[in-house]
């Protein structure tokens, strides 16, 4: 599948959604913007420009809000180092979703893009999303692809509806027409169990559907954008992701906890991903058990017991330490003899998250 996108239209271009504060991961997101937190030996934006790459689209841009100037700074060499040229759009404001696709437009809009998050984890397969949205396309001149996913708990999701769901025997090819949208509904009135996860092709006609800032400063895509086209009847569809596809919004610290685990049950199929926990200085008297995601340069001391967590770079665990369950963020120094389960701890911030 390798450059397949790519070579179907040369002119595809991509938007990474970088603009999220990230505040269910405080303090860690109090100093470090969402797109740049670590996993599998990379920062998660990363690992989606690379996946954008593989699937033939280096041309790409990104909005930026919290921290935006770190963001700049980590990948100002991207385009040596990956031959992927990133441009940047830093909002002064907060605006939605949609509100920052507005920004973007201009570059967008030469052609059909893929939108797609910059703090979520996926191996999704881009080019047979943009296969299905190019046949829509042409037979229903369709201006938007979702991909969905199932979910266990419809509560945490925005809920899409196609025309198959409510007809099974429906064979036409506009079975997969999207004809309504549920947010976040209770498993007693959820219409389905499919979830929108934020990964879209849009063609250029879609962004005349977005008002300017004065008449609407904020404006979200699934809230307001969508229904908005159902509303005007235009054709936009969801398609179902292929089996085992990994997604992963790393917006919590139980979350983010459990990918760690998925990389090491080998659920989640990215080239970019590496865990190299051979290169760390462990002393023998030291434990480190179940899943852990610690960077090389992390110091461990005598008696320390690590178990599931996420640490960062420059930290210094002293004599005696013992961690279960916990993200500790970079330059952190952990005193002797310390005992925490379940908490993210950050440099420059008093604050603790259980």
């Given amino acids: 599948m390798w450059n397949k996108v790519g070579v179907m ?34 920062v998660i934006m990363e690992h989606i420009l690379l ?10 841009i990104s909005n930026t809000y919290h921290l935006a100037e770190q963001i700049h700074d980590h990948f100002k060499n991207i385009k040596e180092t990956d031959s992927i040229n990133l441009e940047f759009v830093h909002e002064e404001k907060l605006s939605g ?54 979910v266990e708990d419809t509560s945490q999701f925005g809920v899409v509806v196609t025309k198959s769901m409510l007809d099974t025997q429906d064979k036409s090819n506009s079975r997969n027409q999207i004809i309504q949208f549920q947010e976040k509904p209770a498993a007693a009135d959820a219409l389905s169990n ?66 760690v685990q998925d990389i090491f049950e080998n659920k989640i199929k ?32 005598e008696n320390v017991q690590i178990e599931n967590c996420v640490i960062y770079p420059n930290t210094k665990i002293a004599n005696g330490v013992s961690l279960k369950n916990c993200i500790i963020g970079e330059n952190m120094q952990i005193a002797e003899n310390t005992s925490q389960c379940g908490i993210i701890m950050a440099k420059s911030s008093d604050k603790c998250l259980k």
Wanted: aromatic residues 8%.
């Fill in 9 to 42: 239209n040369k002119n595809l271009r991509a938007m990474v959604l970088a603009a999220g504060i990230g505040s269910r991961l405080a303090p860690l997101s109090d100093n470090l913007p969402k797109p740049l937190i670590r996993i599998g030996g990379k």
């Fill in 97 to 150: 979703v949609a509100g920052g696709i507005r920004e973007c437009q201009d570059f967008l809009k030469q052609g059909t893009a893929c939108i797609i998050m910059g703090d979520a984890l996926t191996d999704i397969d881009l080019s047979a999303l943009y296969a299905e949205h190019k046949k829509a396309v042409e037979e229903n001149n369709c201006l938007a692809t979702i991909a969905m996913m199932q």
């Fill in 194 to 259: 499919w979830a929108n996860t934020g990964v879209y092709f849009f063609e250029p006609e879609i962004y005349d559907y977005i008002p300017s800032k004065e008449e609407a400063a904020k404006y979200d895509v699934a809230g307001d954008l969508f229904p908005k086209l159902l509303e005007e009847k235009k054709y936009i569809q969801a398609i179902p992701v292929k089996a085992n596809t990994y997604w992963a919004d790393l917006g919590t610290k139980d979350q983010y906890l459990q990918s």
């Fill in 51 to 60: 996946l954008l790459k593989k699937h033939g689209i280096s041309n790409v």
């Fill in 270 to 301: 990215l080239d970019s991903i590496n865990i190299d926990t051979e290169a760390l200085s462990i002393p023998s008297s030291s434990i480190i058990k179940g899943y852990c995601d610690i960077a090389n340069n992390v110091e461990i001391g």
